[in-house]
């Protein structure tokens, strides 16, 4: 998953394609006032920013911009799985439905300690909705691509690209008669993904090669996905979450009551295996929370972040990207100096922790 940032190249807020709604960096909605809909696919149970992720959606769902139609994970963890299940039922969302792989990697980093919180009178703190019954994240994609309208669903990738690449080479089926590079065409309006490492500022040259978790935990699947995805794709690499860090002032002070408490408990488990010395004082990197919040809020005049050039991305057999500027390209990369990285962390601050 996943710093004066950043002299912008000429033509670097160029649009796409034509805006949807006035003033939108990207083409995500059809008006000022239509909610983004969202699929979350995610690698949620390993770091903490996944967590996080979830509950920002969540938050500006309850204002109305954005709607949550499935979380899709490529980690085969039956404990991540039942903690999304689990923290969707906190936010009013028992219902959403969730993909979960039978292959994979099995991450509980926090998952399990927090799902086994109890109250004074024994009973589970967090518990997992009776309605918890998990699909596979490949037909599930595809059952909720189906039943969408065309050209109106953003997919949020900040896991691997496993199954993004997986449903490129599904055939027709009973739920589609549409091929999944199909649907992904038909449907789809943009994939925001957090990956990689871009770089595209002289001044953050130590960001230039490296191999960034999401793609090297599945290098073939991003590959692919860069080369074949048939529509728009936004990067948000390593350096933008680097650059904008969860508050551990809001975390002390902030996230006391339900919903918010969640998240909290969920940092306190993450951080007592992953830096037990600093605990809630950790600055965990706000990756996740990045791709999010870039298509959620996606209007220029906010002045959060800057788009790259059209181009191409690629990645290297060692999983290392590139960015090739091209007037044709279908991908970007966004970008955000370092006031700016300030204000979307306050964003963050009042968005998450809100009860």
Known sequence: MKSAFFVLLIGVCVSLTAYAAEGDLLDVRDSQDSPVKLIFDTDIGGDIDDAFALGLI??????????????????????????????????????????????????????????????????????????????????????????????????????????????????????????????????????????????????????????????INDIPAAQKLAREWPGEIVFGGSEIGERIRLSSVSLKRDYRLRPAKFLRDAFSWWASKNAPDEGLNHERPAWDLTSVFFVVRPEEGRGYFQLSEPGFVSFDDEGAATFTPDANGKHRVFLIDGTNAVRVREAFVNLCSEP
Not at 60 to 69: K, Q, V
Not at 151 to 168: D, E, K, P
Request: with cysteine; charged share 25%.
């Open 58 to 215: 969540h938050s500006l769902a309850d204002r109305g911009r954005c709607e949550l139609l499935g979380v899709t994970l490529t980690t085969a963890s039956e404990w991540a799985a039942k903690f999304v299940a689990a923290e969707n039922a906190v936010y009013g969302r028992p219902d959403i439905p969730i993909g979960l792989p039978e292959k994979g990697t099995d991450y509980n980093f926090y998952p399990s300690d927090t799902l086994g919180q109890t109250n004074a009178d024994g009973t589970p703190e967090y518990p997992v909705p009776d309605s918890y019954k998990p699909e596979d994240p490949v037909a599930l994609l595809r059952r909720l691509l189906a039943q969408a309208d065309d050209r109106s669903v953003v997919i949020v990738q900040v896991g691997y690209s496993t199954n993004l690449a997986n449903l490129l080479d599904t055939p027709g089926d009973a739920v589609s008669p549409l091929t999944g590079k199909e649907l992904a065409a038909k449907k789809v309006r943009l994939v925001s993904v957090m990956g990689g490492a871009f770089a595209l500022d002289p001044e953050l040259k130590q960001y230039a090669g490296m191999r960034e978790w999401n793609i």
